[in-house]
């Protein structure tokens, strides 16, 4: 069985949604980023000055250009952070492949093999005639059987060889890994709820700007981190709430329009209100960032919702499960919802699909925020690596099941082991191209590595 974490939905940061939407969520979104992609940066996020007050506005009247760290998609800057998120993809991958190796040793199945990562072996040791291993590339991980071992020592025709089981059993070991990552992902939701809280968002007006990048038409023009957009070019913006118009998108629109053109932002900033006067540079290097397409305009700001939020946890133990449940189902919904979106507009995802360092990348950012974030990223990736398991490709958990699927149409007799071994083949080959393929991507688009070219 393997795990595969070469292709994360582009859209599964989108499942963190407004309050009442339906299906109901009781979780804040993170915010969207003017830069780079909003798909990777709703999971992207320190906690903003404004969470530390009843209004936003900071005691702070200097008006003078920030040069702020950047710190754009994948900035690796702390050990810490990127060790936190390594942990939780290993513990995923971990969950998952127990899941599929319980399955087989609860039944009394044959098993020689429990990876994590593909490639050269890190480290190993063996215990019940099962070798245990830690290998190179982080992009999954197997659980090994002997049935077509040419080393191993068990007869071809033993009842305990998972070829040799019948389909219920070999189903159920099969579909244990994403069984094992679903239940992985409602026990993180539930201990979320219970140990830190229910996070409350209470919406405000306007759209905060939580980082400037340094030389930026923003930094150049006087915005500075903490500031409050309250309208733009006399628009006043809104306060963010469900099903109405996103205002981060409102903002971001102006902006992308006005390459070279002065934009009047009114800004909230330390309890007063200021005019400032912002001219966007205009991008002609087509980097497919927010706000970067050829011509448009950019001010090099990260954008996000003007919200506070509060952390309230549960009356009982009934309102935990209550709570936990509607979340793990919206959740859910939202996560094949948008791997659906990802396959029915996959030439404008496409280039959004994560690999192994984007994730982390994310996930580091996600654990320098808050506990909360790294609770619900988490849980994504958990759902995401089920949904995506379950697809019925070559190499993944679906394809072995969609294989099952055929021999039961056939009344039980087999494809060829030629034919499904050419299958599955092709299947891991394409996986890991493409594995690298995203690997070396993700790994151009993170912010030092563009510094250094």
């Keep these: 069985m393997l795990t595969h974490l070469s292709l ?8 963190i949604r407004l309050h009442n939407t339906k299906p109901k969520s009781l979780f804040h979104p993170f915010p969207p980023s003017s830069y780079p992609s909003s798909n990777l940066t709703f999971l992207h996020r320190k906690p903003y000055p404004h969470e530390k007050t009843t209004y936003p506005h900071t005691k702070n009247n200097t008006f003078k250009p920030s040069a702020l760290a950047d710190f754009g998609f994948g900035n690796f ?30 039944q009394g199945i044959h098993v ?17 005639n099962v070798e245990y291993s830690l290998r190179a590339f982080p992009l999954g991980g197997f659980v090994g059987f002997p049935d077509n071992d040419p080393d ?12 040799n089981r019948p389909i219920v059993d070999r189903v159920l070991v099969i579909s244990a890994g994403v069984i094992a990552n679903i ?12 140990f830190v809280g229910m996070p409350i968002q209470e919406s405000f007006p306007g759209v905060v ?15 500075l981190p903490g500031d409050v957009i309250l309208s733009v070019n006399d628009v006043e913006i809104p306060k963010t709430v469900p099903n109405s118009v996103n205002s981060v998108s409102q903002v971001v629109d ?14 909230g900033r330390g309890g007063e209100d200021f005019l400032i006067k912002v001219t966007p540079d205009q991008n002609l290097d087509g980097s497919g960032r927010i706000g970067n397409l050829d011509g448009s305009g950019r001010i090099g700001v990260q954008l996000a919702p003007n919200v506070k939020i509060l952390n309230e946890k549960p009356k009982d133990v009934l309102e935990a499960f209550s709570f936990t449940g509607r979340e793990f189902w919206g959740l859910t919904f939202n996560v094949v919802d948008s791997l659906k979106q990802t396959f029915l507009k996959f030439s404008q995802t496409a280039s959004k699909v994560w690999g192994p360092v984007a994730i982390i990348a994310v996930g580091a950012e996600v654990a320098k925020s808050n506990i909360n974030g790294l609770y619900q990223f988490a849980a994504i990736l958990n759902l ?20 099952i699927l055929v021999e039961a149409i056939r009344g039980g007799r087999k494809l060829p082991l030629e034919v499904e071994q050419g299958i599955m083949s092709s299947g891991i080959t394409l996986v890991f191209v493409l594995g690298i393929f995203l690997i070396i991507r993700d790994t151009l688009n993170l912010d030092f590595i563009k510094d250094l070219l």
Excluded: W
């Design 254 to 267: 102006v902006i992308k329009k006005s390459p070279k053109s002065s934009v009047l932002f009114k800004v």
């Design 384 to 403: 995401n690596l089920a949904v995506i398991n379950l697809l019925p490709l070559p190499a993944l958990d679906g394809g072995s099941l969609a294989l």
């Design 77 to 106: 800057e702390s050990a810490q952070s990127v060790l936190e998120a390594v942990s939780v993809l290993t513990a995923i991958i971990v969950v998952h492949e127990s899941g599929h190796f319980l399955a087989a040793y609860l």
């Design 209 to 223: 700007v939580p980082e400037v990048r340094p030389f930026s038409a923003a930094s150049r023009d006087g915005l």
């Design 112 to 128: 020689s093999k429990f990876a994590v990562g593909f490639g050269p072996i890190l480290a190993k040791f063996n215990a019940n």
């Design 8 to 15: 994360l939905s582009p859209s599964s940061s989108s499942t």
């Design 152 to 163: 191993s020592d068990i007869p071809v025709d033993d009842k305990n060889l998972l070829k």
């Design 183 to 194: 239940v992985f992902a409602y026990v993180i939701i539930f201990a979320q709820i219970v």
